[in-house]
């Protein structure tokens, strides 16, 4: 027989204990003012434990991200008052940022140059659509050399222009990361100063 009445019955019995019996589980069960029934509570729900929280530290008022200057680029001034270069500083400096890539003494020969321009990195170009970020065709170029930026730029000026252009960038470009902000306004200057520093930098 298809359509048992009994079967139908005992079917909602079950149910209607099934429902029943939710409330004493307490797992299953909010308290009132939310849903009736709810088989995975909501988080939001749940009492928060702040004497078993660890004290919070405010953070200082400066840390504020600054979202104004999101997105447009030069409004740095990088002319700093009192600055200083100190070969020493931008030498750590460019060692800990840069040297990776670009090789300790600026030569484009950093450890992480083989993996840049090998066929499947990351940024080497797409085989079917030619496009670069995707990987197995034509690898991505090479760190370039920094020893000799003011030479091929014709000027300390124009190299120094395209230093601070590069590190003036939020995102990067390409496989170089975007030092806008990781590194300080200052920072940034020593690791310039640095780089075309003809007595202890890359320039000599
Ligand atoms: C992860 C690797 C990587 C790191 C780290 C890196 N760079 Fe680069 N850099 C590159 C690559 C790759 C290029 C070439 C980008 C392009 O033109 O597409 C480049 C380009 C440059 C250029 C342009 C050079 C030219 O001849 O025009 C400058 C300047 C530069 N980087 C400076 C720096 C400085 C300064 C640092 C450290 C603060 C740094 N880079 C960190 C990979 C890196």
Redesign the pocket.
């Given at each position: 027989m298809k359509n048992n009445p009994l079967k139908i019955n005992i079917l909602l019995i079950l149910l209607t204990g099934l429902f029943s019996l939710a409330p004493t589980c307490q797992s299953g069960i909010t308290q009132s003012t939310t849903y009736p029934i709810e088989l995975f509570s909501e988080m939001h729900y749940s009492p928060a434990y702040k004497s078993q929280e660890t004290p919070r530290l405010q953070p200082v008022p400066e840390a504020v991200v600054n979202i104004d200057s999101i997105g447009t680029e030069n409004q740095y001034d990088m002319t700093i008052e009192d600055f200083k270069y100190n070969h020493e500083l931008g030498k750590d400096?460019?060692r800990v940022?840069?040297s990776?890539?670009?090789g300790n003494e600026g030569l484009g020969d950093?450890p992480?140059k083989e993996y840049?321009i090998s066929e499947n990195s990351y940024y080497s170009t797409n085989k079917v659509d030619g496009l670069p970020g995707s990987g197995s065709g034509t690898p991505?170029?090479?760190?370039?050399?920094?020893n000799d930026?003011e030479g091929?730029?014709g000027n300390r000026d124009s190299a120094y222009n395209?230093?601070y252009q590069?590190?003036n960038s939020e995102i990067g470009?390409?496989?170089?990361?975007g030092?806008l902000r990781v590194?300080s306004e200052e920072e940034?200057k020593q690791?310039?100063e640095f780089?075309l520093d003809k007595d202890y930098g890359l320039n000599k």
């Open positions: 400096l460019y940022n840069c990776f890539c670009h950093g992480a840049i991505y170029i090479s760190p370039p050399q920094l930026i091929r730029y395209r230093i590069m590190l470009f390409g496989p170089m990361p030092f590194l940034r690791i310039i780089i």
